[in-house]
């Protein structure tokens, strides 16, 4: 099945509900973080992967249920 790819480069913190709501909606995603702030690049980086972490934790807990 095709799917879409999604490329997103992000200007603000404040964009990061899109970047969200594609992790939620399970699509792929590329994030270009190089036009940030040093900064404000690592707490999405770290907001990001938080999420994905917290996701793949609940999918594998509905797997037991």
Avoid: Q
């Avoid at 709501?21 to 900064?39: H, M, S």
Wanted: aromatic share 10%; proline share 5%.
């Amino acid at each position: 099945s095709a799917f879409k790819l999604v490329l997103i480069e992000p200007k603000s913190f404040e964009e990061c509900p899109k970047l969200v709501d594609c992790l939620k909606g399970r699509r792929p995603v590329i994030i270009n973080l190089e036009k940030l702030e040093t900064e404000v690049a690592r707490k999405m980086h770290f907001l990001l992967w938080t999420i994905v972490l917290y996701s793949r934790k609940m999918l594998r807990s509905d797997r037991y249920e």
